[in-house]
């Protein structure tokens, strides 16, 4: 039996199975037989799958993959956001390669990625998918772009879940130690939903004999099975629907990010500053003293970073000639506050830098 037809075995098998408490443990051996099958189909494709073309560079601050079925306008989009000139048609399949382009916004180089359209079972290695799937992998955020004719958006997130992509989250707040003796140990801050039962029988069809388990955030089995696994990776995302030129009652987009249209250029510039927000990208406006701010050429960070972590990335031994800072802006209580090393800088901070000679 083929690796599929054992996955849809146990698919078929957990869909005939009753939802209940009863049932609890046996869904949940079935899920993460589900997972692991899923997983040793991706690496077998992965080490024979031809990747010939489709390995790009990274470039820029950060990187956008767009990803969509065909003809939903990725190319047009592409082309419209960015200096790429990427063949568009009213035809399927008028891209078949990947495709970058860079766009420039607030400062910042941001990669996009104009990936083929992807088909169903573009994750089981059908029509060049699975080379696709290892850019998007590789990818700071997901656009996802629909159709608004055909959304599909069920399906086209199905595609990029089932290889181990979890948009718009972040990584389960649980621990799993390994320990030489003691059995299952499961200790949980908050009230789960799951047994501990099920949870044991997890753990040891995971082959965890002795391990000490600490879950801090309320979750289902689907998400702990994510925690136990160690191919996950997640990618925040921005759902946009393309062509809101065709569309007479936008009502019933309203739950999507934005509607937009490639063709006409309607609200790309929200799109931009959306993808900026949603890739926690940061301007740092630099600082001489006695000077302006440069608010031409910003610093671009990420959301969270302490001057030091910023002083790391720049070129100039700057951390080992780092006397003080002062900074004005968001993250500071007054202007020109004196700030050290562990200050966390925000989004058009100005930064002045003293630093030593050497
Ligand atoms: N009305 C309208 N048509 C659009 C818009 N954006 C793209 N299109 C049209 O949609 C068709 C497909 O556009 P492409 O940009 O080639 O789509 P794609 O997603 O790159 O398609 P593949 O490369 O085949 O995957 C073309 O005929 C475009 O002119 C839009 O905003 N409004
Ligand atoms: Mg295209």
Redesign the pocket.
């Known amino acids: 039996m083929g690796i599929e037809d054992k996955i849809q075995s146990v698919k078929d098998k957990l869909e005939k199975t009753p939802v209940n408490k009863a049932t609890e443990k046996e869904r949940a051996r079935l899920k993460s037989r589900i997972a692991e099958l899923e997983e040793e189909k991706q690496k077998k494709a992965s080490g024979t799958g031809d990747t010939s073309g489709y390995a790009v560079e990274k470039k820029g601050d950060a990187t956008v993959a767009l990803v969509?079925f065909?003809?939903?306008?990725?190319?047009?989009l592409l082309n419209k956001l960015t200096n790429a000139d990427s063949e568009?048609?009213?035809y399927?399949?008028?891209?078949l390669d990947v495709e970058p382009g860079m766009l420039k916004h607030k400062g910042a180089n941001i990669q996009i990625l104009?990936v083929?359209?992807l088909i169903g079972g573009a994750a089981d290695g059908r029509g060049g998918g699975k080379q696709v799937l290892s850019v998007v992998r590789n990818a700071d955020l997901i656009l996802f772009l629909l159709d608004p004719e055909e959304m599909r958006e069920e399906e086209i997130k199905q595609e990029v879940h089932n290889v181990g992509i979890r948009t718009n989250s972040h990584p389960p707040n649980m621990k799993v130690e390994k320990k030489g003796r003691g059995g299952l140990e499961v200790t949980s801050t908050v009230d789960l939903d799951i047994e501990e039962d099920t949870i044991e029988a997890l753990l040891r069809e995971k082959g965890f004999v002795n391990a000490k388990v600490t879950v801090r955030e309320k979750m289902d089995l689907d998400r702990f099975i994510d925690g136990l696994m160690d191919n996950r990776k997640y990618t925040p995302a921005v759902t946009a629907v393309?062509?809101a030129?065709?569309i007479e009652d936008e009502s019933e987009f309203e739950d999507y990010d934005l509607l937009i249209?490639?063709?006409?250029g309607r609200n790309l510039d929200d799109l931009k500053d959306l993808m900026f927000e949603r890739l926690g990208l940061i301007r740092v406006y630099m600082k001489e003293r006695g000077e302006d701010a440069d608010k031409d050429e910003p610093l671009i960070l990420e959301e969270g970073v302490t001057i030091e972590e910023a002083l790391q990335e720049l070129p100039g031994n700057m951390l080992d000639r780092f006397k003080k800072a002062k900074v004005t802006g968001p993250s500071s209580k007054f202007p020109e506050q004196k700030v050290g090393l562990q200050h966390v800088l925000m989004d058009e901070d100005i930064l002045e830098l003293n630093l030593r000679h050497i």
């Open positions: 969509g065909p003809s939903v306008g990725k190319s047009s568009t048609g009213e399927e399949f008028t891209t104009d083929p359209g393309n062509k030129d065709m249209s490639a063709e006409s």
